[in-house]
């Protein structure tokens, strides 16, 4: 690719009260970042370049791009949809400590390898991403909205990170990286919103 966009959907109604995966709307300022990131891409994109769009599968990151200009393309993977927490689904951390804390430390001794209870590891995310690394690698300019464990993955591969290291990159909410892979390593630009 010459250029990678990544960026998390904007903040969801779950992200609110913490709880993580689910399927929620977008909170007040999550439709805000919707509404900002046109012109957060035009600025970073260019307005001659095309740019084509992938989403999950989700509501958060579809209406993330709902304001996006029409002629880019939009196309929805489901390999792109958040880890799958399984039967810790829309819980809060707080409550997956209190019913399950022995899975809680393990995860934190082992985070890319452990797998939720009838759900995913990041080991496994990575294995899905796998037709998109492609994809991506003999595609133009794509912008990818998707969510925090997913991303991380992404980033982790074109930045060469550890597989310890990979499921703890911080990845913020309303803020777009623009990721460009030269022959000496990847460059990143950051452009944060203002909300
Ligand atoms: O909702 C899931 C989070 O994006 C994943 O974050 O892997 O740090 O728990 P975590």
Redesign the pocket.
């Known amino acids: 690719p010459r250029s990678v966009w990544l960026s998390r959907h904007g903040e969801s109604m779950l992200n609110l009260e913490g709880r993580?995966?689910g399927d929620a709307d977008l909170s007040y300022r999550g439709d805000e970042y919707a509404r900002k990131l046109p012109q957060l891409v035009l600025d970073s994109v260019g307005s001659d370049r095309p740019l084509t769009v992938w989403t999950s599968t989700l509501k958060r990151t579809i209406n993330t791009a709902r304001h996006l200009p029409p002629h880019y393309n939009q196309l929805q993977w489901k390999a792109l949809d958040?880890?799958d927490?399984g039967v810790c689904d829309g819980m809060t951390y707080q409550e997956i400590s209190d019913m399950y804390p022995e899975d809680f430390q393990a995860r934190d001794e082992d985070?890319y390898n452990y797998r939720y209870r009838g759900g995913e590891s990041y080991r496994d995310v990575v294995i899905r991403l796998e037709p998109i690394i492609m994809e991506l690698e003999r595609s133009e300019d794509i912008l990818i909205i998707s969510?925090?464990?997913v991303i991380r993955c992404i980033y982790a591969y074109f930045m060469q990170k550890t597989q310890e290291e990979s499921?703890w990159v911080p990845v913020p909410l309303h803020t777009l990286m623009k990721l460009t892979p030269r022959a000496y390593g990847t460059e990143v630009q950051t452009y944060k919103a203002n909300i």
């Open positions: 993580i995966g958040e880890l927490a985070k969510h925090q464990a499921p």
